[in-house]
């Protein structure tokens, strides 16, 4: 846990707490994450019943932007990427144990296709606009890593929208002229110039910083830190 400056302007509108999150809807850490979030939000509202809770905000870092649009094979992708099957069986089923505590049984074997995920995260930045980030972001991680869905796959991803919330009309839009391409590749790599090199990265009402799934009391223990510290200044 540590204190930042330079997310500061991440939210200039209004007081309410807000918690950012950068991840990648194929990152297996982001989903645990998330529940452990949810977890901390759940602790921190039975210790302060009054309280308003605080708004989370999903912001995009593509772990893989140089795979092609189609993106590729599952196995070929995590052969390279550990230097070999074996490898990767290994490291996976670490990810899988820490899932399972987490509340989420892993699929990795029905997944596929490695995917491009910057159609994903158009989707998630459209559904700021609906208040329906964290139920098209819900979607997504649990297509990809409980059902095997091809997120590199335009229906797929506009199906998996709707069901979190996101009206298909406006997702059909967003993906068919790609209005907001621009943004997710700016705000990735703004985040990478802010110094984020992995996720899931929290920010917690721009004062504390905190990278990695956390287990729950620490992020809670975050949010309750935020709420008692004195604003931080803004840092350009």
Known sequence: MRSTGKLATLNPYGSEMQIDIFSDVVCPWCFIGKRH???????????????????VVWHPFQLNPQLPVEGMPRGDYTSAKFGGAERAREIY?????????????FRFDDIRVQPNTV???????????????????????????LEGCDLSQRQTLLDLAE???????????????????QKVEQQDQR??????????????????????????QVLANAIEQAVSTAPAETQV
């Open 93 to 105: 089923a670490r990810v899988a144990q820490a899932g399972t505590k987490a509340g989420i049984e």
């Open 191 to 216: 985040a990478r110039e802010m110094g984020i090199e992995g996720v899931p990265f929290f920010v917690f009402d721009q004062k504390l910083a905190a990278s990695g799934a956390q287990p729950p």
């Open 163 to 181: 069901r979190g919330g996101l009206p298909r009309a406006e997702s059909e839009n967003c993906l068919e002229t790609g209005q907001l391409r």
């Open 119 to 145: 159609d994903a995260h158009q989707l998630i930045l459209l559904a700021g606009a609906f208040d329906a980030q964290d139920g098209v972001a819900e979607s997504l991680f649990t297509g990809y890593f």
């Open 37 to 55: 979030l949810e977890s901390a939000l759940a602790l921190y509202g039975a210790q302060h019943p009054d309280a308003v809770l605080p708004k």
